[in-house]
């Protein structure tokens, strides 16, 4: 694909083009593009006078970044020890029936990719999902249907 | 601009004019938890209603840091500690909001939005009269749910600012030995001495020295770090001030973890406000001494919460620990001496300061001085942050602040730890807590993170839980962590699958004991620690999932089948539209029965039974 230059320049600038920013120009590119494309890795690395290889080993290497797109919403759902306690893997079965995908895989139509995580710190409210940055706390099987139906194909 | 003590007092007093000026003071939570249980909506929908009774000068609503009781929230606050109103609109928000009217109006107390607890006849008005509250000593937590996180003036009309002040005017050596004198040990998990550390580092040789914030908060159920840097991110800049000055170094770093947003903007806002104060930058209180910080954010990476690999981390690299030959505080980022501490340690510093050495060494124990804040979740009535002096007893923290088990439950274990910790056994709950005694247990206190478990849970499952986390997020750098841990859940996996074999607990034993040897860094070291404390405490366990293929606690699904007790069924209709997959049939005041070839066996309808009908084995 073809990246935006021009805009991704503007992120490398904003960081005064400093090689230790290199994981917050790839988290600023991916909220533009919902992914990390690879085409944007090898241009920050060029900008940048860095090898791919060594972009590409932060690209991978964290877990918030994901090099294929993913979906208009992402559904991460907590599974940090509270959450797992308090029922969060049942919280992950349900979402992956009711959106019939896996977890890491993003429904046909793109409207979510489903993603489970290792804490979010909202312990107290566990079993916890966060969607698009939203928060949903002591969620119940239940009660996910009525989250997924809040994110209809118009949102 | 803030250039002298003076200045400060002004502004200080200017704050205090402006507050007093009000009637009222409504304070709204607008934590984390509290956002989430609706808490801005409140904020909204109050000011609205204010706005229209023409009350807006009257009356100051404001959106305070994290109060700590997020279980019930969102949590609001009248006055100074006058009343406290928990779950506030959950019900019905426009009513709630009508309520709040009265007492803005007229100060009547509404009881339905009081505290209730174990005891209904007990009135709890005051956050004083919650038990949660009144076995607390709040230090670091003090200005929490006090004042706007986002309004620099707040925080200095509270004594803001003032540490830094009279620190500048104190030689660095003796701060120094002030904080060592303290006692202070680093609230992140190792518990170094916090001065020796500071010391070392500024004894180091090399230019320039970096100062370094680790909030990659990666212990899961540990949330301290992100109520403070959301609900008061100028003590932890305050307290990196003092520690630049100390150590010569004009630079600072905070590392903030990508789940947090919200304290990474409420940091950068309060960074910005320093700058415009002067209370960031060059020539500090016109002391010569200049220091500055930047926030770095991290990528989801739990090992960056090791201090070589958030180096490696802010450096631009991929987030791999080194070998500690030669340690941080001598060549740690870029090569160049760097001292790293925790998020809550650098809050405690301006208090250190501000009311001396001598003030922090009475509090705690003997080796571990002053407060320290405690997340409790898990299977507890109170849950939420909780600070506490050292040396007070798990049971205290369990029973009289958390208000013991959820639904009466049998208690089990405590996690502390995190994935370095262990599950410490009802029968060491009246030992104290610190630093000492929690690793003679098996566990460590980590960042202070308190799961609590009872009977439902298995403790099996729970050490393939620490597993699995583990395999996940271990870096991959070193053998003994990446490969041994990986075949440690395959045994435990395979136990709680009802395949674990005679001798699976002993081969364990000993794959652990190679990872603590062969490990690079602690948290390949302490990665066996769930495993091992739960043999320790819980081997019969073990050995009832190995030997007789059964779990139970119920938890794991292949050695667990649901059933309905047709003696205790009241076909009240609870459990069946509960049911994720539909596998429950039956009539209403008719008995019902589970259909176990499709049950996945969540648990669901045991959990929503008030009849005890549901049963497992």
């Known amino acids: 694909m073809e990246v935006d230059t021009a805009a991704i320049n503007t992120i490398i600038d904003k960081y005064g083009k400093d090689k230790s920013y290199l994981l917050a120009m790839f988290q600023d590119v991916q909220r533009q593009y919902r992914y990390l494309p690879k085409?944007?890795?090898?241009?920050?690395?060029?900008?940048?006078?860095?090898?791919?290889?060594?972009?590409?080993?932060?690209?991978?290497?964290?877990?918030?970044?994901?090099?294929?797109?993913?979906?208009?919403?992402?559904?991460?759902?907590?599974?940090?020890?509270?959450?797992?306690?308090?029922?969060?893997?049942?919280i992950l079965d349900t979402f992956e029936r009711e959106l019939n995908i896996k977890k890491g895989e993003t429904t046909e139509n793109g409207l979510f990719t489903l993603e489970s995580v290792n804490c979010l710190g909202a312990c107290a409210l566990a079993p916890l999902v966060r969607i698009d940055g939203q928060d949903y706390g002591k969620t119940t099987p239940g009660s996910v249907k009525k989250i997924i139906n809040e994110y209809g194909e118009s949102s | 601009m803030i250039a002298s003590i003076e200045q400060l007092d002004g502004m200080?007093?200017?704050?205090?004019?402006?507050?007093?000026?009000?009637?009222?003071?409504?304070?709204?939570?607008?934590?984390?938890?509290?956002?989430?249980?609706?808490?801005?909506?409140?904020?909204?929908?109050?000011?609205?209603?204010?706005?229209?009774?023409?009350?807006?000068?009257?009356?100051?609503?404001?959106?305070?840091?994290?109060?700590?009781?997020?279980?019930?929230?969102?949590?609001?606050?009248?006055?100074?500690?006058?009343?406290?109103?928990?779950?506030?609109?959950?019900?019905?928000?426009?009513?709630?909001?009508?309520?709040?009217?009265?007492?803005?109006?007229?100060?009547?107390?509404?009881?339905?939005?009081?505290?209730?607890?174990?005891?209904?006849?007990?009135?709890h008005v005051s956050p004083r009269d919650i038990p949660f509250y009144a076995g607390q000593t709040r230090v670091v937590l003090a200005l929490n749910g006090v004042l706007d996180p986002e309004d620099i003036g707040e925080y200095i009309?509270?004594?803001?600012?003032?540490?830094?002040?009279?620190?500048?005017?104190?030689?660095?050596?003796?701060?120094?030995?002030?904080?060592?004198?303290?006692?202070?040990?680093?609230?992140?998990?190792?518990?170094?001495?916090?001065?020796?550390?500071?010391?070392?580092?500024?004894?180091?040789?090399?230019?320039?020295?970096?100062?370094?914030?680790?909030?990659?908060?990666?212990?899961?159920?540990?949330?301290?770090?992100?109520?403070?840097?959301?609900?008061?991110?100028?003590?932890?800049?305050?307290?990196?001030?003092?520690?630049?000055?100390?150590?010569?170094?004009?630079?600072?770093?905070?590392?903030?973890?990508?789940?947090?947003?919200?304290?990474?903007?409420?940091?950068?806002?309060?960074?910005?406000?320093?700058?415009e104060q002067g209370l960031l930058g060059a020539n500090i209180f016109n002391s010569g001494f200049g220091f500055d910080i930047k926030i770095y954010r991290g990528g989801g990476a739990f090992v960056c919460g090791e201090s070589t690999a958030l180096m490696s981390s802010i450096e631009g690299k991929t987030g791999e620990p080194r070998a500690k030959y030669i340690h941080t505080?001598?060549?740690?980022?870029?090569?160049?001496?760097?001292?790293?501490?925790?998020?809550?340690?650098w809050a405690c510093v301006p208090h250190i300061i501000n009311r001396g050495w001598e003030w922090f060494d009475s509090i705690g124990t003997p080796q571990s001085k002053g407060t320290k804040v405690f997340s409790l979740?898990?299977?507890?009535?109170?849950?939420?942050?909780?600070?506490?002096?050292?040396?007070?007893?798990?049971?205290?923290?369990?029973?009289?602040?958390?208000?013991?088990?959820q639904g009466d439950k049998r208690f089990k274990a405590v996690q502390t730890g995190g994935p370095s910790g262990g599950c410490i056994p009802g029968e060491y709950l009246d030992m104290p807590v610190d630093f000492d005694s929690l690793t003679k247990l098996g566990s460590m206190m980590g960042s202070g993170g308190m799961i609590v478990m009872d009977e439902r849970d298995c403790m099996v499952d729970v050490a393939r839980y620490f597993l699995k986390f583990l395999v996940d997020e271990s870096c991959g750098k070193c053998t003994p962590c990446r490969e041994g841990v990986r075949r440690m859940f395959e045994i435990v996996d395979n136990i709680c699958k009802g395949n674990g074999l005679k001798g699976d607990v002993e081969h364990l034993e000993e794959l652990a004991r190679a990872i603590q040897l062969?490990?690079?860094?602690?948290?390949?070291?302490?990665?066996?620690?769930?495993?091992?404390?739960?043999?320790?405490?819980?081997?019969?366990?073990?050995?009832?999932?190995?030997?007789?293929?059964?779990?139970?606690?119920?938890?794991?699904?292949?050695?667990?089948?649901?059933?309905?007790?047709?003696?205790?069924?009241?076909?009240?209709?609870?459990?069946?539209?509960e049911c994720p997959v539909a596998c429950i049939s039956g009539e209403k005041k008719k008995v019902h029965t589970i259909d176990r070839s499709k049950c996945i066996k969540c648990g669901t309808c045991y959990d929503v039974c008030r009849f005890g009908a549901v049963k497992y084995e």
């Not at chain 1, 791919?52 to 294929?68: D, H, I």
């Not at chain 2, 630049?244 to 903007?265: K, M, Q, T, W």
């Open chain 2, 518 to 577: 062969g490990s690079l860094c602690a948290l390949g070291q302490s990665a066996p620690n769930p495993v091992l404390s739960t043999i320790k405490y819980f081997r019969d366990e073990y050995n009832i999932h190995i030997e007789q293929k059964r779990c139970p606690a119920g938890v794991c699904k292949a050695l667990t089948t649901f059933t309905i007790d047709p003696e205790k069924c009241t076909g009240c209709m609870r459990c069946a539209p």
């Open chain 1, 39 to 90: 085409e944007a890795i090898q241009y920050i690395c060029d900008r940048l006078h860095i090898p791919f290889s060594k972009g590409y080993e932060v690209a991978t290497f964290y877990a918030s970044l994901s090099l294929t797109p993913r979906g208009r919403h992402t559904v991460h759902v907590c599974l940090g020890t509270a959450c797992h306690l308090r029922g969060g893997p049942n």
């Open chain 2, 377 to 405: 979740v898990g299977k507890v009535k109170n849950t939420g942050l909780v600070e506490v002096p050292m040396g007070i007893t798990l049971n205290e923290i369990i029973f009289k602040l958390g208000g013991g088990i």
């Open chain 2, 329 to 345: 505080v001598e060549k740690g980022l870029w090569d160049k001496p760097s001292n790293l501490n925790n998020v809550e340690t």
């Open chain 2, 157 to 275: 009309s509270f004594g803001g600012y003032r540490a830094v002040h009279k620190a500048l005017q104190m030689d660095p050596v003796q701060i120094i030995e002030w904080i060592q004198k303290s006692g202070l040990r680093g609230r992140g998990g190792g518990g170094f001495l916090t001065g020796t550390k500071w010391r070392s580092c500024r004894d180091a040789s090399g230019e320039p020295r970096y100062v370094i914030a680790n909030g990659d908060e990666g212990d899961p159920g540990a949330f301290m770090d992100r109520s403070l840097m959301e609900g008061n991110p100028h003590a932890v800049i305050e307290g990196m001030i003092i520690g630049g000055y100390a150590i010569g170094s004009n630079h600072g770093f905070i590392y903030v973890r990508d789940e947090y947003p919200l304290a990474v903007h409420r940091l950068s806002i309060a960074i910005e406000k320093a700058k």
């Open chain 2, 12 to 123: 200080a007093a200017e704050y205090k004019q402006k507050t007093g000026a009000y009637s009222k003071i409504v304070k709204i939570c607008c934590g984390t938890g509290c956002i989430s249980s609706g808490a801005l909506r409140v904020y909204e929908k109050l000011n609205e209603a204010i706005a229209a009774e023409r009350l807006t000068d009257k009356v100051l609503v404001k959106k305070t840091g994290c109060h700590g009781l997020c279980e019930r929230g969102p949590i609001i606050v009248f006055g100074d500690d006058e009343i406290l109103y928990q779950t506030v609109g959950k019900r019905n928000l426009d009513d709630d909001i009508r309520l709040l009217l009265k007492t803005v109006k007229d100060g009547t107390v509404v009881e339905n939005l009081l505290y209730k607890g174990e005891d209904k006849t007990k009135r």
